[in-house]
């Protein structure tokens, strides 16, 4: 009986494994690719049989990319703009969210329909009047401009999420922090938030996804090479005659290494529930 | 810190808390004490509490406290609200009210046409075959995406394997969402060119005879970029419904095996159900953002042979910065966001109903 | 019933209970109690709590103290230049160019901002709406019309009379309503690209020079093998500058014209003829395959890598196929004109150009940059980095004398004469795309030539 189960076990654990390389191969295979390319020289990444690893090994691409101050100057501004985006969108979703989840107002469903819907206007109609608003409001080419763009951008999703997340946590929850004395605010940040974390995570990394990939308002709103992001940098390696292959593939694997550390150290925020035991009915 | 703050912000020395309401017969078994601070204690010392109704009575609090709780929602989403206003308002309502003239921008002198340009773009073929495109992008990415989020997200959270090849698989697979749309364009583009690496593997192992124009035929197009664009969005529902599974709690789950629940009934009858929410908040958000997605179709097949994958985003661009007719954009832009206001409408009716 | 809670001091509550009639002092818990690990919880709130302020406080920070300080600015003029040049010349070069123009013009800085080629257009629609468009901006011809329209551009004749500019030495100007708009800098001619050894290998004894002999030869090169094919046609509707130099061009080449009176003519003889003739060509299968979404830069990457014998291109790519594929021979040639043609064949170009913006505060100045771009020695030291052909008639690049491909391309675009009706038509590339979606139609044997042709132009005229 005993060794049955333990080998249904192992055949799952088979079927999970599989299912997970099957996945990965899918996830991962173009970004492999990518990796592959960016060690070619120019010449060979069209070259037809492919060639996996090239004769020619090079470190062209990132060497291009680490001795110009001016790319270097990319990398930091996307640091400043994602990460103070992701911050304070964070900052100002989780109130709302709060807001959404535990209240009934008038207004409520209405807000809720603009917020959701303003998602679907597509930014390049919506560019050029934006554009003339960050020009009157003297936001045009600063870091301050760029941050609350992309909040506006990002707010409406974070929202949304957050608020499914806060629904998905009984309310026994926040009425534990109200016998206790506490009102809203200590509801939120006292209960609420620490055990919302995977969510509050997830929506960060989201957050900062979006603010790093960002391209069409980034070039919009800069003017000058020293405000500029790294999709504009990556866009610049497009000329008209000309097409940097593999400094293009460089600077995404080397733009994609943020992301891929935040992720890592938020790590355990996935594992484990946070919930589980907080309330007993 | 919190708790002296809360003390700041309540007014004397000593001031109501709150009000418990007691059961009337007093048995223990009749109330449904939760186990914590003031109630257990109360409990210990024989007085039934029920903790429920707590919140709601104002008897006895002053008008003050009652607007301030009133206006309670409205202070925590007031810098939403300053935000979008002030940054989106006006913008958009510029583009709705540019889609009632005859052209703006690149004409000095627009003239008031009222809805002329909504009967137009009704009547443009070249509208509707874009409607059509953009609607099966949208239904099929959204469909696979939310079927692969959550098989994934299912195998990740998985007690079968260890901590360390969960955390390896995790970050293979929010791999496609670490990249901007031009390059995962160039990316795919390179991968499916006819002399690419896909069709070099599918005629090494005698799959195909001749390259497949994977981008180029009109047959494949469509079906070649609603793939690139599953491959470039499903890590979003991948991460939301992995941290919405770490919040269903264990005992859930115990109490299916115990009931003997196999594990599929459990996915079924457990976890999907404590998900809904997620899932629902996630696939809104994404049938209006596939809905106006450009930039990736636009640099892979730019509207694709003849109009294969011709988007609402593609149509919408080429009406603005190539026929330089931004009214009619506009108008494009603005029945599009009066569709996702229709679908955010009963999305957040269905909330409500469901609340 | 009801009980009541009064706050007596931080740690300490009293609660009246009516059942049992009396008063209870507890003692307050300071956080929820977690079944758990009330201690671990406790700790893990702390140091989330912390972690969160740290963050926060930084992010204030960044937010304030961020933001870009504008130098200070002198009695100097200081004008902007957007383009998309700086990044494709040798680095330095372009900036370079810049420096002499401004130790020519003492109190007159020049500050070059570059952006990427393929959101250059909509960059300068939004920067000429919003009214932040740089005093000089590059411009490509097929833009000049609707930005001209849209009031965008100073007119450049009105500068050139008031600073009594030698307009002569001009190659040549565009412009719209008897006002130019824009000067081509540099011009990029594409003659027609041959591979040696794949003609070589083909049986082709010489290069094609008329249109029987280079469908010949590019269905003997696709017959070499499964992968080589005899010309590359890239027709993607993003960038559809392949009907101007690949589609078009071969109008051209035969002395043909697709406009009647700048109006569109789309449904005459030699266009048609051009039109059944690359048809005959995708028929045979000597086209490169992808031709409905291929771009310019594929185009040059099968070539570079032996892949297709034959196309026609840019001159400026000579130096990329050299640097990626040292190894590989090829030759310039003029592109094939119809059996029994004897007359001039025109040779497409794109420029870049160079334009004023109406909102810029200094015109006067703006100009005496256009001036100096195009003045004979910059000119030179212009076309020569760029290995572009030269916008002033006087000017000869230094390649020239010293390549005998460029040579040769020189020798093509003086015999012959710059052929691009595109440049200066109102919305120019959406004309290029009408035309594209009906030639892929007709391309897949959908509908004959002559519907695609009478859609095409029923649309184009509805354009103009």
């Known amino acids: ?281 | 810190m919190l708790h002296r703050l809360l003390g700041k912000l309540s007014s004397k020395k000593s001031k109501k808390v709150g009000v418990l309401r007691c059961e009337a017969g007093g048995s223990h078994s009749a109330a449904q004490p939760i186990l914590l601070g003031i109630s257990e204690k109360l409990m210990r010392r024989g007085c039934p509490v029920s903790a429920s109704s707590l919140l709601r009575d104002r008897r006895g609090t002053s008008s003050l406290t009652i607007l301030k709780k009133n206006l309670e929602p409205y202070a925590f989403i007031s810098p939403t609200i300053l935000l979008l206003v002030v940054l989106m308002v006006v913008p958009v309502g510029l583009v709705i009210k540019y889609s009632f003239y005859d052209n703006v921008i690149v004409n000095q002198f627009p003239k008031f046409v009222g809805l002329d340009n909504y009967f137009a773009i009704v009547k443009d073929e070249a509208f509707r075959i874009a409607l059509v495109n953009t609607s099966m992008l949208t239904v099929g990415s959204v469909l696979a995406h939310l079927l692969i989020g959550l098989s994934f997200a299912t195998l990740l959270n998985s007690g079968l394997i260890s901590n360390f090849s969960k955390a390896l698989f995790r970050m293979i697979y929010i791999l496609p969402w670490l990249f901007t749309v031009a390059i995962i364009a160039i990316l795919w583009r390179m991968i499916l060119n006819p002399n690419g690496v896909i069709n070099y593997i599918l005629t090494t192992v005698h799959l195909t005879g001749s390259p497949i124009e994977w981008l180029s035929n009109e047959k494949t197009a469509l079906l070649s970029v609603i793939f690139i664009n599953i491959w470039a969005g499903y890590p979003f529902y991948m991460t939301s419904i992995l941290a919405g599974l770490q919040g269903i709690p264990r005992d859930l789950y115990e109490a299916a095996t115990v009931d003997g629940a196999s594990a599929f009934q459990q996915f079924i009858n457990v976890t999907l159900p404590q998900l809904r929410p997620i899932i629902i908040s996630m696939t809104m958000l994404d049938l209006i953002w596939t809905s106006q997605q450009f930039a990736l179709i636009w640099m892979t097949t730019g509207g694709g042979p003849m109009t294969a994958t011709e988007m609402l985003g593609t149509y919408t661009y080429k009406l603005a910065f190539s026929q330089y007719q931004f009214s009619q954009a506009a108008t494009s832009a603005v029945v599009l966001f009066v569709l996702s206001m229709l679908l955010a409408f009963f999305y957040v009716r269905n909330q409500k109903a469901r609340d | 019933m009801q009980l009541e809670l009064k706050m007596i001091d931080s740690t300490h509550t009293w609660v009246y209970c009516p059942f049992k009639r009396a008063r209870f002092r507890i003692k307050r818990r300071k956080t929820a109690r977690n079944t758990n690990a009330p201690g671990g919880k406790m700790k893990k709130n702390a140091s989330i709590r912390t972690r969160l302020t740290a963050l926060l406080s930084v992010a204030a920070v960044l937010v304030v103290s961020a933001g870009v300080s504008t130098p200070a600015r002198a009695a100097d003029v200081t004008l902007e230049f957007s383009q998309w040049w700086e990044p494709e010349l040798p680095a330095g070069s372009f900036r370079g160019l810049m420096d002499e123009f401004e130790a020519a013009n003492p109190g007159i800085k020049v500050k070059l901002l570059s952006g990427p080629y393929s959101s250059t257009k909509e960059q300068i629609v939004a920067g000429a709406a919003s009214k932040t468009m740089s005093d000089v901006v590059g411009l490509d011809g097929a833009w000049v019309s609707d930005f001209a329209k849209q009031g965008a551009l100073a007119s450049l004749t009105k500068l050139m009379t008031t600073s009594n500019y030698d307009q002569a030495q001009l190659a040549s100007q565009i412009k719209i309503g008897g006002q130019a708009y824009m000067i081509p800098v540099v011009n990029f001619v594409y003659p027609l690209f041959t591979n040696d050894a794949l003609l070589a290998k083909a049986g082709v004894k010489s290069v094609p020079s008329t249109r029987s002999e280079f469908a010949t030869a590019a269905k003997a090169i696709s017959k070499i093998d499964k992968t080589t094919k005899g010309w590359a046609l890239p027709l993607s509707q993003e960038a559809p500058n392949g009907i101007q130099n690949d589609v078009m061009s071969l109008v051209w080449a035969s002395g043909g014209s697709m406009l009647a009176g700048g109006k569109p003519s789309l449904t005459n003889a030699k266009v048609k003829n051009t039109m059944t003739y690359i048809k005959g060509l995708w028929d045979a299968g000597a086209i490169t395959p992808g031709a409905f979404t291929m771009k310019e830069q594929d185009k040059v990457e099968e070539f570079t890598n032996g892949r297709v014998g034959m196309m026609i291109d840019s001159l400026s790519h000579i130096g990329l196929i050299r640097e990626n594929n040292p190894s590989l021979k090829f030759t310039i040639s003029p592109l094939p004109a119809e059996d029994g043609y004897k007359g001039k064949r025109g040779i497409p170009y794109a420029s870049w150009g160079i334009g004023v913006s109406s909102n810029s505060k200094h015109q006067a100045e703006a100009f005496k940059l256009v001036a100096f771009l195009m003045s004979q020695k910059t000119n030179s030291k212009l076309s020569s980095i760029a290995h572009a052909f030269p916008g002033n008639t006087k000017s000869v690049p230094d390649y020239v004398n010293g390549d005998p491909l460029y040579k040769a391309a020189f020798a093509i675009y003086t015999k012959g004469y710059p052929a691009n009706e595109f440049t200066g038509l109102p919305v120019a590339e959406e004309l290029m795309r009408l035309f594209d979606v009906q030639f892929q139609k007709y391309l897949s044997g959908k509908i004959s030539v002559t519907a695609a042709l009478n859609a095409a132009q029923a649309a184009w005229k509805a354009k103009f």
């Open chain 1, 1 to 281: 009986m005993a060794a049955q189960t333990k080998q249904k076990r192992l055949i799952s654990k088979i079927a999970v494994l599989i299912g997970l390389c099957l996945g990965a191969i899918f996830a991962g295979f173009p970004v492999f690719w990518m990796f592959l390319n960016s060690f070619k020289p120019n010449s060979e990444i069209f070259a037809f049989p492919p060639k996996i690893i090239s004769d020619n090994f090079t470190l062209a691409g990132y060497h291009e990319i680490f001795s110009n101050p001016e790319k270097i100057r990319f990398f930091t501004n996307s640091y400043v703009v994602s990460i103070s985006v992701t911050l304070l969108t964070l900052l100002v979703a989780i109130q709302a969210a709060y807001a959404f989840s535990r209240f009934d107002f008038p207004g409520k469903s209405t807000f809720n329909i603009v917020i959701l819907s303003l998602q679907a206007v597509p930014p390049i109609t919506l560019m050029i009047p934006y554009f003339g608003l960050m020009v009157t409001l003297k936001l045009y080419n600063t870091y301050q401009g760029l941050i609350l763009t992309y909040m506006v951008f990002t707010l409406p999703y974070a929202i949304i999420m957050m608020t499914g997340y806060f629904n998905t946590l009984p309310r026994e929850l926040d009425e534990a922090v109200k016998l206790d004395g506490g009102g809203a605010l200590a509801t939120l940040w006292r209960i609420l938030v620490p055990v919302s974390i995977p969510g509050i995570v997830s929506v960060g990394i989201y957050t900062f996804m979006i603010s790093w990939n960002e391209y069409l308002f980034a070039l919009t709103l800069t003017r000058t090479q020293e405000m500029r992001t790294v999709p504009i940098g990556i866009q610049l390696l497009m000329g008209q005659h000309s097409y940097e292959w593999n400094e293009m593939m460089a600077m995404s694997i080397l733009g994609s290494l943020p992301v891929l550390v935040l992720f890592l150290f938020f790590q355990r925020y996935f594992m484990g529930g946070l919930t589980s035991g907080a309330v007993k009915a």
